[in-house]
């Protein structure tokens, strides 16, 4: 395998895996660049894949029931004889018209983030970057399960929960160009025997370290927000159901009880 150092970089004899690209604006190397993404000011690799694809998934997700509350709304006030009364009311024809713009926006947002997922989905199955398709080339192929752990995690019950992802990542992963990958297609063939940059599992060990600990955070607050429910919330509301019961009602004053 050719060893290439990458120039651009500070000092320019940084090693340059094949399948990292030097960010102009970031100023350094990034391991299966994708694109500079202008919504999080930073490049999007391996190693912020999972964090950018959930941040895709919950605008579309947030999108969609926006545009779905505005559209109930919608139909609320037009058909709900009761709520006609809030027609009358000043601030109306602006809440109407923001209404309208956020309804709108919410279709555009949810339209424009399920392309780029889809977009991010193809990225994976065919592990190519964005990079890699403008250089035509293909990392290793494998199953789109497989192809997904090297993106999101080896914990996959976790990949839509913002942690730490358990990456185990090859920096001596090579590159194929397209005829080389059709061909592996046709003769239905993707075991490449590839040198591997962790052999003994030490970065994979460390990543797993960062992840268990943030799984824990996340374990403790869930659990904390349990407790919190059921000791606090459940006095809370047992004291308003206490203070709402009937009392018998204490006869007005007069004057003419004096």
């Given amino acids: 395998m050719e060893i290439k150092n990458c120039t651009k970089c500070e000092g320019g004899d940084t090693w340059k895996p094949a399948r990292a690209h030097h960010c102009t604006e970031c100023g350094f190397c990034v391991f299966k660049m994708d694109h500079h993404c202008p919504w999080i000011n930073n490049c999007v690799g391996q190693r912020n894949y999972k964090y950018f ?9 947030s999108s969609a029931y926006l545009s779905i509350l505005m559209f109930l709304s919608f139909y ?33 947002f949810a339209f424009f983030t399920y392309e780029i997922l889809t977009e991010q989905f193809e990225s994976v199955d065919e592990n190519q970057s964005y990079i890699d398709q403008l250089k035509k080339q293909y990392g290793r192929q494998g199953e789109l399960y497989e192809n997904a752990q090297s993106y999101f995690g080896m914990d996959s019950m976790w990949w839509l929960i913002p942690t730490h992802p358990e990456l185990r990542i090859n920096y001596l992963e090579r590159v194929w160009p397209k005829k080389a990958v059709q061909r592996m297609i046709q003769m239905d063939k993707f075991d490449l025997q590839e040198e591997h940059s962790d052999p003994d599992k030490k970065q994979f060990a460390e ?38 019961i009937v009392r018998p009602k204490k006869s007005k004053w007069s004057p003419h009880d004096y």
Avoid at 53 to 61: D, E, G, P, S, T
């Fill in 53 to 61: 694809c959930q941040f895709v998934i919950y605008i579309l997700l």
């Fill in 76 to 108: 609320n006030l037009l058909t709900a004889e009761k709520t006609k009364i809030h027609m009358n009311r000043p601030g109306y024809p602006i809440a109407f018209i923001m209404c309208i713009i956020a309804f709108v926006e919410g279709i555009l």
């Fill in 207 to 244: 990543e797993q370290r960062h992840a268990r600990f943030e799984k824990k955070i996340v374990w403790g607050i869930l659990i904390l927000s349990l407790l919190f429910w059921f000791f606090f919330l459940q006095e809370l509301l047992s004291s308003q159901f206490e203070s709402n």
